[in-house]
């Protein structure tokens, strides 16, 4: 069965310090891989995500993750964080080929960016 | 943009009381899904659709039904709520055609069962 493990559920950082966390899947075969965020007292929203091509993918506000597929890993990475970053992050991957219905969520990761 | 509106954001029930979630989709999608999101567990998909009428269960389906009368529409309905459905429900939906779009979820719904 397919699963998703988030590293680390709680991250404290300061305002420029980098960011990464991490994401692995268990899947053998190929797949999409999505990073959502939630900001405090919003929806869950699209970051970023992979499907094809070129594994290192940029998504929105300065955010990036990288997919390696020998290591089942998709790591969303900020090289400098802001205080507005603070929000809980879901990495997600979806089976391809089956219809969209096979989407797993890891557990999440609450990042915390101190001022 | 795609929207999907949930009808309440806040519920209070009691146990043992019927209770209806709602949630519209405004893109004509044919797939919706209905997740709990609980700290520490992430989302767990209670019950998808991915046509009118049309329903399968997730993985946590036990205590839960669906309605999709409409394509636009796709309800929760918690037959005799108890404390343990107290959480955060989130609808979401997507194109099949277009999986790695990704999904567009609503605002979500705090449910608190006392």
């Known amino acids: 069965a397919q699963s998703v493990s988030q590293h680390n559920h709680h991250v404290i950082l300061s305002e420029a310090a980098s960011l990464e966390l991490g994401c692995n899947y268990s899947?053998?075969?190929?797949?999409?891989l999505f990073w959502y965020v939630q900001y405090p007292g919003q929806h869950l929203q699209l970051l970023l995500k992979?499907?094809?091509?070129?594994?290192l993918v940029k998504g929105i506000k300065g955010f990036e993750a990288e997919f390696i597929k020998s290591k089942f890993s998709f790591n969303l990475r900020k090289p400098s964080v802001q205080w507005s970053d603070t929000a809980e992050y879901f990495c997600a991957v979806n089976a391809i080929g089956t219809g969209g219905f096979k989407t797993i969520f890891g557990a999440g990761t609450r990042l915390f960016v101190k001022a | 943009d795609v929207k999907v509106t949930q009808s309440s954001r806040y519920l209070v029930k009691r146990t043992g009381e019927k209770v209806f979630l709602e949630c519209v989709q405004d893109m004509d999608h044919e797939n919706m899904f209905w997740y709990r999101q609980d700290p520490g567990l992430g989302l767990r998909l209670i019950y998808f659709?991915?046509?009118?009428?049309?329903?399968e269960k997730g993985d946590i389906p036990e205590g839960y039904s669906v309605s999709r009368e409409k394509k636009e529409r796709f309800s929760l309905i918690l037959e005799s709520a108890s404390t343990n459905q107290t959480s955060m429900y989130l609808c979401?939906?997507?194109?099949?055609?277009?999986?790695?779009?990704?999904?567009?979820f609503g605002s979500g719904t705090r449910l608190t069962v006392v």
């Open positions: 659709s991915y046509d009118v009428k049309m329903k």
């Open positions: 899947y053998g075969g190929t797949v999409n």
């Open positions: 979401a939906s997507s194109s099949p055609d277009r999986e790695s779009y990704g999904y567009t």
């Open positions: 992979y499907f094809s091509g070129d594994p």
